[in-house]
Every structure is written in C-alpha cells, then in structure tokens.
C-alpha cells in the first residue's frame, strides 16, 4: 500500500504542502478552516501520523477540576491521576470549584488556571457548547470523568448496574428491611443512578421503593454517622445501603461508639471502594478508581502528543463490581 505523504494531503485539501505541514507542526498558526480541510483530507486518506515529542518550555500541566476536593473518593483519584502523569512529566494542578458543578459558571469566576495548563479533566462537572469553545480557543487537550460530555472524551461509571448489584447482593443475603443513606442532592446523576437502580431491583423481589427509610446529609463521615443515627432511631432495619464509602465510614464509627454489632444487629454496605475500605473490612462497590485514571491520562497524552486530532469524541463506561467483606 502506498504510504500517504504531505504531497497527497496538500493536492485532495486544495492547500501547500508548506500549509499541510503547518497544520502538522504548528497547527495553531493555521486558520481553523483550512486546518479542518487539511484535518478531512487525513481522515480520508487514512493517514498514520506519527507523534510529536513534547518540546523544551511546552506547558506539561493537567488541571483537575473538581466540585468537591474533600471526599476521600475524590483525594482517591486526584491521587491516581499523579501516579499516572508523573512517568509522563506532567504535573496536575487542582482547581476547587467549591461546590459548583457548572464548568461555564466556573470559567466565568476564574478562568485564569487555562493559561496554566495544556490539558485537562473535568470529574462531575458538566461542560456547555460555551465552556467547550473557550477551552478549544485555548488548545486545552480535555477528558472528563463520570458525566457524560458531548464535546470532550469522557469515563463514566454505570451507577444504575452498580445500585442494582448492591440490592440483588444483599437480597440473596437474606436482607429483607434496607434503609439508604444519602447525601444532599438527590438529582446527582451520579447518586440518582445508583438510587434508582437499588430501588428498581428491591422493587423486583416485591419491596415498594416508598418502604424503604432514607436520611440525607453531607458527604462526610461525620454526615454518615449522624444520618445513621436518625434513621435507626424511627426504623428497625437489619442493613443499611450508604451510596459513597465517606458515608459509610461514619455509619460504621457510629455503630461502634454505641455498641452495636456489624453485621450481626445491622449490616452496613458502602459504594466506591476508597482504600480506607478495605483496612475497614467494609462490603462495597468497586469503581475500578486507578483504571479510569489510567484511562484518562492514556487518552490525554496521546491527544498531547498525535497530530490528527480525534474526530468524535470517545466513552468508555466502567460496571462497578462488588467486593465481599466483613460489615455484610
């Protein structure tokens, strides 16, 4: 097979070869037109690019925004993520988006960390057609990580399987009055998934959704503990589904402080599978957490480094599974 050169790209996108190899090399300095043009002619021409080598003085920073920095879910995967990047010599810079799941609302607080970095992730975020323009203007190679996105590549987890499994576990356990443990914000997609796949499954074997208790509070240990507190105080429950580990390690500190047995009086079962879990014997759902930052950073490195940009952005979804310890 004839291999593809500069001459043949040139001659189908009615451009220089001296403009194709801009386009290669130095695609910023290339009208964004003629380096679509010039972008369609590789596609259809099947053209293998090699890779660029990230040169002296280029930016080798992944900004990570985030909503909230203080789960350990998160510090879990901000923590996977330098794992990944260092062999790569890029550095990660986090950016605290205190709260605020809007990535356009948060650009237009403070966008000045886009000058900082040349990639990025975005984790519970949920990006707009604007904040992606912005970022494209920018060159800013991005991923985001468990929301689903249009515009950029995205790893998500399959919380509505992951609910679903956690119910049928406990179920064939022999579990018959469950209680949930939440935290503010029920319409998380997120969270909502995972509710809804429990209660969809518990529905299954003949318990309605509205008999099964819920609390809500924040997303601390220290939430966890005082919603379990209430909800054993009206409800006699033999275990209780808390849809993050942070959740569930305050459930378990409470039941030990007051001399109730795991799992004996109550079981407890958690969702994220955090590396406390383990040292904690706590039953969960694992979410697979180093394999989706090496995921992310696989896909930001080799979108760094190729010359053909991807065409359509990719998903890859991860099921949680779960993981049988002592609290169940």
């Known amino acids: ?146 929301s689903r996105c249009s515009f950029f590549f995205s790893v998500l987890n399959n919380n509505f399987l992951g609910g679903s499994d956690a119910a049928e576990y406990l179920w064939n356990r022999g579990y018959r009055r469950p209680g949930l443990i939440l935290w503010h914000d029920e319409n998380n997609p997120v969270q909502s998934d995972r509710i809804t796949g429990f209660l969809k499954s518990m529905e299954g074997h003949g318990l309605p959704s509205a008999s099964i208790p819920r609390e809500y509070s924040s997303m601390t240990a220290a939430g966890g503990a005082s919603s379990t507190e209430r909800i054993l105080k009206d409800h006699d429950l033999d275990v209780l589904f808390y849809t993050s580990d942070t959740m569930a390690i305050g459930g378990l500190e409470y039941c030990r402080e007051h001399k109730i047995r795991i799992p004996e009086d109550i079981a407890i079962m958690g969702f994220d599978d955090i590396r406390m879990a383990s040292s904690l014997n706590l039953t969960t759902m694992k979410q697979f957490i180093p394999a989706k930052a090496k995921t992310v950073v696989d896909h930001l490195i080799q979108s760094r480094d190729s010359v053909l940009p991807a065409e359509y952005p990719g998903e890859v979804t991860m099921t949680p599974v779960l993981v049988e310890r002592q609290t169940t």
């Open 1 to 146: 097979m004839k291999r593809v050169g500069l001459k043949d790209i040139a001659r189908l996108s009615g451009v220089s070869i001296s403009t194709v190899s801009r386009v290669v090399n130095e695609p910023d300095q290339v009208h964004s037109e003629t380096r679509d043009a010039v972008y369609q002619a590789m596609r259809e021409l099947e053209y293998q690019p090699g890779y660029r080598e990230n040169r002296g003085g280029e930016r080798a920073v992944l900004g990570i925004i985030t909503p909230q920095i203080n789960t350990e879910f998160s510090m879990d995967l901000i923590v996977a993520l330098e794992q990944e990047l260092a062999p790569h010599g890029v550095y990660p810079l986090l950016i605290n988006s205190r709260n605020e799941h809007s990535l356009s609302v948060q650009l237009s607080r403070d966008s000045s960390w886009t000058d900082m970095v040349n990639m990025a992730v975005f984790i519970n975020m949920d990006v707009d057609e604007r904040s992606f323009h912005f970022l494209k203007e920018k060159h800013i190679h991005c991923a985001a990580v468990h």
